[in-house]
Nanobody, 124 residues
Framework: QVQLGQSGGGLVQAGGSLRLSCAASGRTFSNRAMAWFRQAPGKEREFVACINVSGGAEYYAESVKGRFTISRDNARSTVYLQMNSLKPEDTAVYYC?????????????????WGQGTQVTVSS
């Protein structure tokens, strides 16, 4: 079992920055790829970024590439999402997810544990 507790988020003006954190309980964090997804009102939950177990490989959605950075600290069992140059279209509830495998990907069904979600609102 893995439990994920999220923190960060909030309200920011366009062009601003926020950092999300996701702390995991359990002993298998370092064996799992981690990811961030987001869900805007009335839309499907969509992939944002993922990172492999070592932190040496990252993958981003085109919409956030160059603005967001995913990272992980295996000693702290925590994954982060640094969000810069935020846009109003980034407004959504953001979820961290723990994967079944050591490598990540975009499909939701390769992740079997989810955080509680945290609201990010970007005003224009």
């Amino acid at each position: 079992q893995v439990q994920l507790g999220q923190s960060g988020g909030g309200l920011v003006q366009a062009g601003g920055s926020l950092r999300l954190s996701c702390a995991a309980s359990g002993r298998t964090f370092s064996n799992r790829a981690m990811a961030w997804f987001r869900q805007a009102p009335g839309k499907e939950r969509e992939f944002v970024a993922c990172i492999n177990v070592s932190g040496g490989a990252e993958y981003y959605a085109e919409s956030v590439k160059g603005r967001f950075t995913i990272s992980r600290d295996n000693a702290r069992s925590t994954v982060y999402l640094q969000m810069n140059s935020l846009k109003p279209e980034d407004t959504a509830v953001y979820y961290c997810a723990a994967g079944r495998f050591s490598f990540g990907g975009t499909p939701r069904d390769i992740y079997d544990y989810w955080g509680q979600g945290t609201q990010v609102t970007v005003s224009s």
